[in-house]
């Protein structure tokens, strides 16, 4: 068994672009670099003393973070086949499109990618009160290389965004454990999805699902009160 080190986040030159490619209200760009942010979140407090090959190498693997606007057509060809490999073909083209338009954190090369994670721009409504919210989509890593902390890793870059570019996270999962490892929370209240015209249908097969990431103006939400998201094709949450 070897030891190693945390490998570095690489963030791509394409990322400097304005804050509209994911719909930040304002048009202001981040506040501190997003290398730093994903730093700051890689597994907090959890160093591992000694780990094995594979985990080795997969902590040496460069992080990239970028906008969908920097992928080419290729690129999101390579995306799709480890969305493919990773949900064992469940994965639709939804869910696809649900990932675009926003931010991504790739690890490997683009033409190969190992593990990914995007965030991107939603209104979140928590009673009446709207918040721009990253909502986090595609989270995902090669069969062959999963248990190894690379899907930490790429969420760990995909926080520094929300925390620089949004109001609340959120996302739906089965795996809570992983991301309360990462800071993220439960929501306890019932949900809802709205639609264009304001009103919402009940949503109960999601509650217990959803789960947010408290940025400074969502740091006093309460957790069990109603939330709700805008519809879309596919999924809603």
Do not use: K
Not at 99 to 111: F, P, Q, V
Not at 118 to 127: C, E, G, H, K, T
Not at 152 to 164: E, K, N, P, T, Y
Not at 172 to 199: C, I, K, M, N, Q
Request: glycine residues 10%; negative net charge.
């Amino acid at each position: 068994m070897n030891v190693c080190t945390l490998g570095g986040c690489a963030v791509d030159d394409r990322q400097l672009e304005p804050a509209d490619e994911v719909g930040h209200r304002g048009g202001t760009q981040p506040s501190s670099s997003l290398e730093d942010r994903s730093r700051e979140n890689l597994l907090p407090g959890f160093v591992p003393d000694a780990l094995t090959d594979e985990a080795c190498h997969a902590r040496a693997v460069n992080i990239r973070v970028l906008p969908t606007a920097g992928l080419s057509d290729s690129d999101r060809i390579a995306l799709r086949r480890l969305f493919d490999a990773a949900y064992d073909g469940d994965f639709t083209d939804d869910d696809f499109d649900h990932a675009l338009g926003g931010w991504h954190a790739i690890a490997g090369d683009l033409a190969a990618p190992i593990a990914h994670a995007a965030v991107v721009a939603r209104s979140l409504f928590i009673d009446t009160r709207e918040l721009r919210t990253g909502f986090v989509e595609a989270v995902a890593t090669l069969p062959t290389h999963q248990r190894t902390g690379l899907g930490s890793r790429v969420m760990g870059a995909i926080v520094g965004v929300i925390r620089d570019r949004f109001e609340l996270g959120a996302l739906s999962t089965g795996e809570h454990a992983f991301y309360e490892r990462l800071g993220w929370e439960r929501w306890r209240g019932p949900s809802y999805v709205r639609a264009a015209d304001g009103t919402t249908t009940r949503s109960a097969d999601e509650d217990g699902g959803i789960m947010i990431l408290r940025c400074t103006p969502s740091r006093d939400v309460d957790l069990t009160a109603p939330i709700a998201c805008e519809e879309r094709p596919g999924y809603s949450w």
